[in-house]
């Protein structure tokens, strides 16, 4: 099955300092995987997506993405965190429906504190 | 522009009453899905549509909900006779294709509530 895992449920950091979340990828072929951000109350907001190219992804609020192949990962960074950043991070990765169409499948969720 | 649009924020219902949530996609967006985010968990697809078709509804319990996006107006997901199960927050996204497409994200409205008493 195809599954994206984050092994975190959360991660804590103090502002100022770098930052990584991490999510790791199950996937027949090439993998189209993406990260999202979800504030209190709020839907999911896209910050970036690697679909092929260089493995560094850069995203929205300064925030980019490592796609690396033999580790089947796709981790979440940002080398210096703010407190405005303590939010739900999502990794999803996008499948293949019965129908043939595609969807998104998340993973469960790391909740990101950066403490002042 | 105005992003997807969903209402209510929140409803509060009754076992056995009808839970009707309402999507407006992002303008000139023609792929809406559907997902169901229960505490503590991502978000579990549950229905694909494009104007007047249902794609893919394998996410979708198999009674009691059903999900329709008319040419006109908005995507409506409804679940009939509610139980407590069914207390979640669900999100409606959009795309302008297919999220297969190598940039197509989806693009989510902020969710309803939905509270079963």
């Not at chain 2, 209510?8 to 309402?22: D, F, I, S, Y």
């Not at chain 2, 503590?40 to 104007?51: H, I, N, R, S, T």
Request: hydrophobic fraction near 35%.
């Amino acid at each position: 099955a195809q599954s994206v895992a984050q092994p975190e449920d959360q991660v804590n950091v103090a502002e100022g300092n770098p930052l990584t979340v991490k999510c790791t990828y199950s996937v027949s072929g090439n993998p189209y995987l993406f990260w999202y951000v979800q504030y209190p109350n709020r839907g999911l907001q896209f910050l970036l997506k690697y679909i092929t190219g260089d493995n560094l992804v850069k995203g929205s609020y300064g925030f980019e993405a490592e796609f690396n192949k033999s580790q089947t990962s796709f981790h979440l960074k940002k080398p210096s965190a703010l407190v405005s950043d303590s939010a739900l991070y999502f990794c999803a990765v996008r499948v293949r429906l019965n129908s043939g169409y595609s969807t998104l499948t998340f993973g469960k969720g790391t909740m990101l504190l950066v403490s002042p | 522009n105005a992003g997807v649009m969903q209402n209510p924020r929140h409803l509060v219902r009754r076992r056995g009453q009808e839970a009707r949530l309402r999507c407006s996609p992002v303008k000139g967006h023609s792929h809406v899905y559907w997902y169901r985010q229960l505490p503590e968990e991502g978000l579990k697809f549950m229905v694909y549509l494009q104007k007047e078709n249902i794609i893919d509804e394998s996410g979708m319990p198999k009674e009691r909900f059903s999900a329709e996006f008319p040419k006109e107006g908005p995507s409506i997901l409804r679940i009939q006779q509610v139980v407590r199960g069914d207390s979640a927050a669900y999100f409606c996204a959009s795309s302008l294709g297919t999220s297969g497409s190598s940039n197509q994200p989806q693009h989510f409205g902020d969710g309803t509530r939905l509270s079963i008493l």
